[in-house]
């Protein structure tokens, strides 16, 4: 049977190449931000820590605007994308994509709020997007420095639930969910 190209749009048997794109330049660069925070929390201030602690802000704001991308891309494809299934396990797995879907819009807004209310100007390409406030805004600062941390820890234990799963998904059910996002073998192209 002849190879056919996977498609741009999600179909109810694949995620298309854009999900696709969005999805693992998301894990990527979410794996660069929770390395870097790991190695900090590890090895203190060094200068590989520093390297990585002083991407922490650009890259963030790339992922917030590929998170967003990826909402905004979701729901365009609504009702198209594979179907998670019914019953328990089927409303498991909405409510663990919708949840990490929240969290992950909601971690960064609180970086954020925390930058806008700061007493730094917000410039993680060198251009300033939001200037320096003085006096801070002690609410916006407090508020964004207590979720975007706290948040970070759902997002990981999130993201290991996610990775447990395909693991469930691959090892024991043999249904295909891997390859409807990493390949085309078993997703009936």
Same mark, same amino acid.
């Given at each position: %049977? *002849?190879?056919?190209? /996977?498609?741009?749009?999600?179909?109810?048997?694949?995620?298309? $190449?854009?999900?696709? /794109?969005?999805?693992?330049?998301?894990?990527?660069? #979410?794996?660069?931000?929770?390395?870097?925070?790991?190695?900090?929390?590890?090895?203190?201030?060094?200068?590989?820590?520093?390297?990585? !602690?002083?991407?922490? $802000?650009?890259?963030?704001?790339?992922? @917030?605007? /590929?998170?967003?991308? &990826? !909402? =905004?891309?979701?729901?365009?494809?609504?009702?198209? &994308? *594979?179907?998670?299934?019914? =019953?328990?396990?089927?409303?498991?797995?909405?409510?663990?994509?919708?949840?990490?879907?929240?969290? #992950?819009?909601? %971690?960064?807004?609180?970086?954020?709020?925390?930058?806008?209310?700061?007493?730094?100007?917000?410039?993680? @390409?060198?251009?300033?997007?939001?200037?320096?406030?003085?006096? *801070?805004?002690?609410? %916006?600062?407090?508020?964004?420095?207590?979720?975007?941390?706290?948040?970070?820890?759902?997002?990981?234990?999130?993201?290991? =639930?996610?990775?447990?799963?395909?693991?469930?998904?691959?090892?024991?059910?043999?249904?295909?969910?891997?390859?409807? #996002?990493?390949?085309?073998?078993?997703?009936?192209?």
């Amino acid at each position: %049977m *002849p190879s056919r190209s /996977l498609p741009w749009r999600d179909t109810e048997r694949v995620y298309g $190449q854009v999900t696709r /794109l969005l999805h693992w330049s998301i894990a990527a660069l #979410m794996l660069w931000q929770f390395l870097g925070m790991g190695l900090r929390a590890v090895l203190g201030r060094t200068p590989l820590v520093s390297f990585f !602690v002083g991407s922490h $802000q650009p890259v963030g704001t790339v992922l @917030f605007l /590929l998170i967003v991308l &990826r !909402v =905004g891309w979701a729901l365009a494809n609504h009702g198209r &994308r *594979p179907d998670h299934g019914p =019953g328990f396990q089927g409303l498991a797995a909405r409510l663990g994509h919708l949840a990490l879907y929240l969290v #992950m819009v909601v %971690m960064p807004v609180a970086a954020l709020l925390r930058a806008y209310g700061g007493e730094r100007a917000f410039a993680p @390409f060198g251009f300033e997007i939001f200037p320096a406030q003085q006096p *801070p805004i002690v609410w %916006m600062v407090s508020a964004g420095e207590a979720l975007h941390g706290e948040l970070a820890w759902l997002l990981l234990a999130l993201i290991a =639930g996610h990775v447990v799963m395909v693991g469930v998904h691959e090892g024991m059910w043999r249904d295909g969910t891997l390859a409807r #996002m990493a390949g085309r073998r078993r997703a009936g192209l």
